[in-house]
């Protein structure tokens, strides 16, 4: 170590002393020439260095299953029979929904060969069978982990200094990412000597930046942190990077609705479906029943076996006493699994259930509902497609489409549950007098349903009639434009325009669409609307009533393309396929 400390500064002294030598007349001077420090590409420095510039390869670990590769998009993959084209990372998110589907039976991915690999120095390397691909994956350190820095960055760009084996500086290269420096580090041998540029500046994990200014502070910067974030290099798809921690707060953050039980192969869910578990931080849950009758019991978490476990105790809930593997947190749903033949999964209530409506109640006044859709005792009912809700602060509810409006009355209570209920009583429009249990509340968008039965609603913000929305304007200014002919109508890969080529399509104001054969109306009462929706995609609602042949093309039709003499709108079916409708001038 002594020697060591002793060549940097024999080396800081020598580059120091260089920077008035005419030798380095044709490279540019040294900045801070007297704090530059000279480090052999086999320093431990320099091993750091390349570990923080490697590539990558955890984020398909549900692929490849190491985190020393990847795999370069596009290439293809077969899951549970389903072949998929991976063109991007958003795409792996595919192959993982297919395995949740499966709940935990054994489902297989296999790789359609051959592909190209990413080695951790960004070499490529071309695979053309399993046999191969698991000999390189074999090189990763058991359980996935790899030798990559993921916690601290270098921000580019970055200059750096070569030198001689007598100190003189031989020439400087500036490297703009990742992967220039880890292969400017990979061409360089043993004894060679680099020096950056510094001050350098290093992104941390949690945003921040920091500065150094000599090797011994870059080497500090990246030791300290270099375990201090969690890299998700396991192959563990599932554990999302949650740990006792996070659990702990997903558990208490918000009441949980019971969505399904399986205890021993018995499926127990319609014993216990819609039971709402409150869990609280002293340790105690809190479990409802559908007539609101309270159990208490206890809960706590801990970490074991590299996974994280909830254990649960009742006296009287025998089917929840277990400690579960915690399988998954998803997006307001947790998986639990006790061994073969038992599994919990729950979903996040947090506005569903309140102990006061007045949140719900509030946001139904503020501005008009759209049906987006509305299911009443298994009949979906696509009359009322586009139908706005008006909520009034006198109970009072209208319900139209800008030429016929029913009125009723409207009330939200709570359950026995706590959870919300939407009642509507409209006589002379019994498709949406209900209960309507809430099953998912944003601004924007509400969501009434009992699952697994045959009522559903839901409804889409709309105020102020988007006026505020300039494209939404700029489409229904084109519309209200004049006659429209059906230029395309594809159903299955048909295109049966031809069927509709008699017939004009008006677009007026109030939302009234209509259908004439020369002047004479066909169809005088029907509704269109155009609005962005809540996930801010352009919709037309097309609704043209019972009783008529032109009901097929009732339907909230994403818009394509638009212009002042096309309209091009697409609706994907069940299964995969897309119904294409082209108005044009």
Not at 28 to 44: F, K, M, V, Y
Not at 188 to 212: C, R
Request: net charge negative; glycine share 6%; aromatic share 10%.
């Amino acid at each position: 170590m002594k020697k060591f400390l002793s060549y940097l500064m024999y080396a800081g002294l020598l580059v120091f002393a260089m920077n008035f030598t005419s030798c380095q007349d044709e490279f540019e001077e040294l900045p801070n020439g007297n704090q530059q420090e000279a480090i052999a590409a086999s320093s431990a420095t320099a091993n750091l260095v390349e570990r923080t510039s490697s590539n990558d390869g955890s984020f398909d670990n549900i692929v490849d299953g190491s985190s020393c590769i990847a795999v370069q998009f596009p290439y293809t993959v077969e899951v549970a029979g389903i072949q998929l084209t991976i063109d991007s990372r958003a795409d792996l998110q595919l192959i993982e929904e297919i395995f949740d589907s499966m709940d935990g039976n054994e489902v297989f991915l296999e790789i359609l060969f051959p592909i190209t690999i990413t080695l951790a120095d960004y070499t490529e390397v071309v695979i053309n069978n399993k046999e191969d691909l698991r000999e390189l994956a074999a090189d990763c350190k058991e359980g996935g982990d790899d030798d990559d820095i993921e916690c601290i960055d270098f921000v580019y760009p970055v200059k750096l200094y070569t030198f001689s084996a007598n100190l003189q500086q031989t020439g400087s290269v500036v490297v703009n990412s990742d992967m220039e420096l880890r292969r400017f580090f990979k061409g360089l041998d043993d004894n060679d000597l680099v020096s950056f540029d510094f001050p350098l500046s290093l992104a941390l994990y949690d945003g921040t930046e920091i500065s150094v200014n000599s090797n011994a502070e870059l080497a500090n910067a990246i030791e300290n942190v270099k375990d201090a974030c969690d890299e998700d290099d396991d192959d563990d798809y599932n554990d999302d990077d949650f740990n006792k921690e996070r659990l702990d707060e997903y558990l208490v953050s918000c009441p949980m609705l019971v969505h399904e039980v399986k205890r021993n192969g018995i499926n127990q869910t319609d014993q216990y479906f819609e039971y709402i578990m409150n869990f609280k931080e002293n340790g105690t849950v809190i479990v409802k029943n559908r007539t609101g009758a309270a159990l208490e019991g206890t809960w706590s978490t801990r970490v074991g076996e590299n996974r994280v476990l909830l254990k649960l105790e009742f006296d009287v809930l025998v089917d929840f006493t277990l400690e579960w593997f915690v399988y998954e947190i998803e997006e307001g749903t947790i998986k639990l699994y006790a061994g073969e033949g038992n599994k919990i999964i729950m979903k996040k209530a947090c506005d569903i259930v309140n102990d006061t409506p007045d949140t719900l109640r509030e946001i139904l006044k503020e501005c008009s509902w759209v049906i987006k859709k509305v299911k009443n005792n298994g009949e979906e009912i696509d009359r009322l497609l586009g139908y706005k809700f008006t909520f009034g602060a006198n109970a009072e509810v209208t319900l139209s489409n800008g030429v016929n409006t029913s009125t009723g009355t409207w009330g939200i209570t709570t359950n026995a549950q706590g959870q919300l209920v939407m009642a509507v009583t409209m006589g002379d429009e019994p498709g949406v007098s209900f209960e309507w249990l809430l099953r998912d509340l944003t601004n924007k968008r509400l969501k009434f349903e009992i699952e697994d039965t045959a009522y559903e609603l839901i409804l889409e913000r709309h105020c102020n009639d988007n006026n505020e929305d300039g494209d939404v304007m700029e489409i229904r200014n084109y519309l209200m434009g004049g006659a429209w002919k059906i230029a395309q109508y594809t159903v299955n890969g048909s295109n049966t325009a031809s069927s509709y080529a008699e017939f004009d399509f008006f677009f007026s104001s109030n939302n009234v669409a209509t259908i004439s054969v020369n002047a004479d109306p066909i169809v005088d009462n029907g509704l269109w609307r155009i609005i962005r929706d809540s996930d801010g995609k352009l919709r037309c609602y097309l609704n043209y009533g019972e009783n008529n042949n032109f009901i097929v093309l009732t339907n909230d039709w994403r818009i394509v393309a638009v212009s002042s003499t096309r309209i091009e709108l697409r609706k994907e079916t069940t299964g995969g396929t897309e119904n294409i409708l082209v108005f044009e001038k």
